[in-house]
């Protein structure tokens, strides 16, 4: 267990719906990162909230948000599903600001297909 | 631009070195990492490096850096079947910059 905790770990959804992924990041971490795991595209970095505000932005969709809560939650938003949404989207938490120094703590991921 | 590349695929036997190679573009680069990836679970780091580093050793794992021509490599002694997974070779240039991930190359070790 590696301290950061997402939900669900699986999600199968209709075309056109909209979701919220949920992430908790591990104690202590201030930041919070988003990425999109597929086959074709590789691990792609979203966004990144640092202690409730957005910190930096990736390749997100407009269909895309997120935000992170007071308590330092973070919830990824995707909606108007289309196919090629389907993927891995894991959740990363680091103490600062910036993960450079030591790295992130990555969840084990929500695996979202989109049928 | 930031752009990380290694080649997809290893495949090793069991007792033998691996030797995971990876290139990077942006010189300004500060920070190079290896993460893990097991099935069905998240990245998790290994190890880092820093740019002003050539090489960083932790017990079966060799990091070997070559600044000059942006190459990276992660060498794993005595290689084990627990250590099949993917390996993610990744760069930051520090501050607030954010951590640009490799496609990733996929270890499979024979017993």
């Known amino acids: 267990d590696s301290g950061v905790t997402q939900t669900p770990k699986h999600l199968i959804t209709a075309t056109g719906q909209r979701v919220t992924l949920r992430c908790s990041p591990r104690s202590g971490d201030l930041s919070v990162y988003w990425y999109q795991q597929s086959l074709d595209q590789g691990l792609q970095f979203l966004i990144q909230y640092y202690n409730g505000e957005e910190r930096a932005k990736g390749n997100i969709l407009e269909r895309f948000s997120a935000q992170q809560f007071p308590d330092l939650h973070s919830e990824l938003n995707l909606s108007s599903l289309e196919l090629g949404d389907s993927a891995l989207y894991f959740c990363?938490?680091?103490?600062?600001?910036?993960?450079?120094?030591?790295?992130?703590?990555f969840g084990s991921g929500t695996r979202l297909t989109v049928v | 631009g930031e752009d990380v590349e290694q080649s997809l695929f290893l495949s090793v036997r069991e007792g033998d070195s691996s030797v995971i190679n990876c290139t990077y573009t942006?010189?300004?680069?500060?920070?190079l990492y290896w993460y893990k990836q097991e099935p069905g679970a998240g990245l998790q780091l290994l190890t880092y490096i820093f740019s002003n580093m050539d090489m960083k050793q932790d017990q079966r794992l060799t990091v070997l850096l070559n600044k000059k021509d942006k190459h990276l490599s992660l060498r794993i002694a005595d290689t084990q079947t627990g250590d099949s997974a993917i390996y993610f070779c990744a760069e930051s240039r520090g501050g607030y910059q954010k951590v640009t991930f490799g496609t990733g190359t996929k270890l499979q070790v024979i017993p």
């Open positions: 990363a938490s680091s103490k600062g600001s910036s993960g450079a120094l030591y790295g992130y703590t």
């Open positions: 942006d010189s300004s680069s500060t920070y």
